[in-house]
């Protein structure tokens, strides 16, 4: 895809690099057609590099470096079979994600959205029971994935008054636990059906597909929200929107879709949903520090040397 002009013209002076100006989706097809002939791919979160396309790609091919944090776009096991390094772009958009998941919690807690509309329709008046919202202050907060964006939004949330509860696969250790006064729930289950919401922050993997399901929204509690920064695939995008529908949750907050750009149309009918165009790490800071990484992840293998943003699958 295309990138920032600053990183392909930095990219165009150190590699012999072939770049995508008109900003095309490409198909599985013109990938490894495009490919020919090249050491890497800089592929971004939009191309699907799965098992059949990766088993295609031209032996040349010795790096896959992902401009995201994420990598769900890419079959890890097909490509450590096939010795092509995977690189992602971690740390960089921590805060930018951050921002957005707390941006979705106020938005989802406050009625933004509504509010949003009725000032810009001049459709309003004041009144003491006007669209009334939750205040975050005090409310059970559930971090499923604590991982470096998982404990950024915990950050912030403490700064609001909430308390911070958790579900990964390790427990923190005990100094950022204190410093966060996290708790620590092994069971997802058990923490969904407790906290008022619920915010995800772990990777997209095979693990986490449609980690919150039918039988996890069931559980939540009919005053909660469910916000996802994350990956649309961990949520059951149908089943959530027949509880946001039903009224079983409370609202929702989403920057990510399970079939981007498309976005189940009944969702967007929803008065209780703030939704983003997945824009977590949109932020001038984020993405040219992305471009920064991507870069020196393939100069680094280009080189002979380990990259330094390797992504080893981790589970949360
Ligand atoms: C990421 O880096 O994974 C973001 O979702 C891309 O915007």
Not at 20 to 38: P, V
Request: glycine fraction near 8%.
């Amino acid at each position: 895809r295309r990138l920032l002009r600053s990183c392909e013209d930095k990219a165009g002076k150190i590699f012999d690099a072939k770049f995508n100006s008109n900003d095309e989706l490409h198909s599985q097809e013109k990938l490894i057609k495009l490919s020919e002939g090249c050491d890497g791919i800089l592929s971004a979160l939009t191309d699907k590099l799965d098992a059949a396309t990766i088993n295609k790609l031209p032996e040349s091919i010795k790096i896959l470096s992902n401009f995201a944090v994420g990598f769900g776009n890419i079959d890890l096991d097909a490509a450590k079979k096939r010795n092509i390094i995977v690189t992602n772009t971690p740390d960089v958009l921590t805060d930018a994600t951050a921002e957005i998941g707390i941006l979705l919690i106020l938005g989802a807690c406050r009625r933004a959205p509504e509010g949003i509309e009725a000032a810009k329709e001049s459709n309003w008046k004041w009144s003491a029971d006007y669209l009334i919202g939750k205040q975050l202050t005090g409310t059970r907060l559930g971090i499923l994935g604590m991982g470096r964006i998982g404990q950024a939004v915990a950050r912030r949330a403490k700064g609001f008054g909430m308390s911070i509860h958790y579900h990964n696969r390790n427990k923190l250790h005990s100094e950022i636990e204190s410093e966060l006064e996290a708790t620590w729930w092994e069971s997802l289950d058990q923490m969904i059906s407790r906290m008022d919401i619920i915010s995800i922050n772990c990777p997209h993997t095979e693990a986490t597909h449609h980690m919150i399901g039918s039988n996890q929204l069931n559980l939540m509690q009919k005053h909660s929200y469910l916000v996802n920064t994350s990956r649309g695939e961990i949520v059951d995008e149908k089943s959530m929107t027949d509880h946001l529908i039903s009224g079983s949750i409370a609202g929702a907050g989403l920057d990510v879709y399970e079939n981007e750009p498309k976005i189940d149309p009944r969702l967007k009918k929803l008065k209780n949903v703030v939704l983003l165009p997945h824009i977590g790490s949109a932020t001038i800071e984020g993405r040219v520090a992305m471009g920064e990484k991507v870069i020196i992840n393939i100069k680094t293998v280009a080189d002979g040397h380990t990259p330094p943003d390797l992504v080893l699958e981790t589970l949360i």
